[in-house]
């Protein structure tokens, strides 16, 4: 499959637009649009192309993330990960934001963290190992 040439956009499914826009832009990420189409759909972008598309039908009585919180292992995606210069200047940036880290790892030299989105996405921050 040479066509594949990158990831165009993650989609979480959240429960409220406006709870999910503002804690991803304290992240960074843009509002585009939204919401769109017949799921409906809303859409955000950080600078560096990483793009969101939420899903707005989750169960509002919902309160946990299947895939992470339930001795039972689903299948299914259970984090994104997104790439960092620096994992010590973004772990203290999202500590000043008010974001609970819920875990730090350094793993043959590479560096990362993990917080979890108001939905309770797990997000990554991975600063790779020196080459």
Known sequence: M???????HL?????????????????????????VGPEPVA????PSGVNIN????????CSSNVLMDVDVKHTGYTH??????????ALRSV???????????EFEG?????IRDPDRNVIEFHQPAAS
Do not use: C, Q
């Not at 989609?11 to 919401?35: C, H, N, W």
């Not at 939420?54 to 009585?61: E, V």
């Not at 500590?95 to 790892?105: D, R």
């Open 54 to 61: 939420f899903i707005l039908n989750a169960d509002p009585g």
């Open 2 to 8: 040479n066509e594949i040439t990158r990831i165009n």
């Open 95 to 105: 500590k000043a934001l008010g974001i609970e880290i819920t875990g730090e790892v």
């Open 80 to 89: 994104v990960a997104l790439e960092v210069t620096s994992a010590e200047s």
């Open 11 to 35: 989609g979480l499914r959240v429960k409220d637009l406006d709870t999910s826009r503002a804690f991803y832009e304290k992240l960074g990420f843009v509002f585009i649009k939204g919401p």
């Open 43 to 46: 859409i955000m972008e950080h």
């Open 110 to 114: 590479a560096k990362f963290f993990f």
